[in-house]
């Protein structure tokens, strides 16, 4: 099982950045892909951004241009720079890995509340 640890949330205002750290216990390298995910009260669990082991990427329609995610293969971490955030981005994002066995592995999720 992959550990996967999380940093970097926290309150911002509206217009406001924040970069998400996802550090993973094994080599991504050996990933198929990583991603982040969201989950805002009440709503189901919906996927933000992902990149894939070539190094394509993928994003929500409602991040486009605002959000932007990278890996640093040498620190087996993956990033969710986040900017221009707005009310409706607050959520737990959770960072997710994809193996190529077909296992995937959750973090334990950290908070983003965007707020005046």
């Known amino acids: 099982q992959v550990q996967l640890v999380e940093s970097g949330g926290g309150l911002v205002q509206p217009g406001g950045s924040l970069r998400l750290s996802c550090a993973a216990s094994?080599?991504?390298?050996?990933?198929?892909?990583m991603g982040w995910y969201r989950q805002a009260p009440g709503k189901q669990r919906e996927l933000v951004a992902a990149i894939r082991s070539g190094g394509s990427l993928n994003y929500a329609d409602s991040v486009k241009g605002r959000f932007t995610i990278s890996r640093d293969n040498a620190k087996n971490t993956a990033y969710l720079q986040m900017n221009s955030l707005k009310p409706e981005d607050t959520a737990v994002y959770y960072c997710?890995?994809?193996?190529?066995?077909?296992?995937?592995?959750w973090g334990q999720g950290t908070q983003v509340t965007v707020s005046s």
């Open positions: 997710n890995v994809k193996q190529w066995s077909g296992r995937e592995s």
């Open positions: 094994g080599s991504i390298l050996s990933f198929n892909a």
